[in-house]
T-cell receptor, first 114, second 112 residues
Framework: ETGVTQTPRHLVMGMTNKKSLKCEQH?????MYWYKQSAKKPLELMFV???????ENNSVPSRFSPECPNSSHLFLHLHTLQPEDSALYLC?????????????FGAGSRLTVL | DAKTTQPPSMDCAEGRAANLPCNHS???????VYWYRQIHSQGPQYIIH???NNETNEMASLIITEDRKSSTLILPHATLRDTAVYYC?????????????FGQGTTLQVKP
């Protein structure tokens, strides 16, 4: 248990479905992140939230919609996804400073789009 | 793009030290080097980070060259459970917008 909890751990959805991934951190951090990891590829940074404001959006398609209602919770809303969106979605949190920024990751949500 | 270069794979005998190299020749003076590892299909696990001085914790040691252009992660007594992908990362940006960009990493295979 890392202090970052992701649910669900596994999700199967059709291309017309709407679903959400949830992330909760119990570390008192003020920054949260979504990463995507496709098969045999490095992690890709999708979104960064700092103090509940989105500070990074790495050209992610609009079918992925993040939401950060407070500093402890982060959601990734999914709609009309494509099969190539099947991947491991990882949430992380941190307490950035002008120096070090150590991220703590959750276990991930494995998404399969049919 | 990732700012680091690592060998794609390495082998290590169980019980021996595993030395994982990383090049970060464009690192800036105030940027830290971070190491994470990822065991198959799990979330990345933080190992260690450093700026200039060598660092050691309960998991590993980090040796940073004096010019800071490269570093080595040392697992002193590798076990089979240390088989994983190891990522060396230099933060891109600073403050609350600084971000960690992962490269391909090094796949370490610890063999009996």
């Amino acid at each position: 248990e890392t202090g970052v909890t992701q649910t669900p751990r596994h999700l199967v959805m059709g291309m017309t479905n709407k679903k959400s991934l949830k992330c909760e951190q119990h570390l008192g951090h003020n920054a949260m992140y979504w990463y995507k990891q496709s098969a045999k590829k490095p992690l890709e940074l999708m979104f960064v939230y700092s103090l509940e404001e989105r500070v990074e959006n790495n050209s992610v398609p609009s079918r992925f919609s993040p939401e950060c209602p407070n500093s402890s919770h982060l959601f990734l809303h999914l709609h009309t996804l494509q099969p190539e969106d099947s991947a491991l979605y990882l949430c992380a949190s941190s307490q950035p400073t002008s120096g070090a920024n150590v991220l703590t990751f959750g276990a991930g949500s494995r998404l399969t789009v049919l | 793009d990732a700012k680091t270069t690592q060998p794609p794979s390495m082998d290590c005998a169980e019980g021996r030290a595993a030395n994982l190299p990383c090049n970060h020749s464009t690192i800036s003076g105030n940027e830290y080097v971070y190491w994470y590892r990822q065991i198959h299909s799990q979330g990345p696990q933080y190992i260690i980070h450093g700026l200039k001085n060598n660092e050691t914790n309960e998991m590993a040691s980090l040796i940073i060259t004096e010019d800071r252009k490269s570093s080595t992660l040392i697992l002193p007594h590798a076990t089979l459970r240390d088989t994983a992908v190891y990522y060396c990362i230099v933060r891109v940006g600073s403050g609350n917008t600084g971000k960690l960009i992962f490269g391909q990493g090094t796949t370490l295979q610890v063999k009996p």
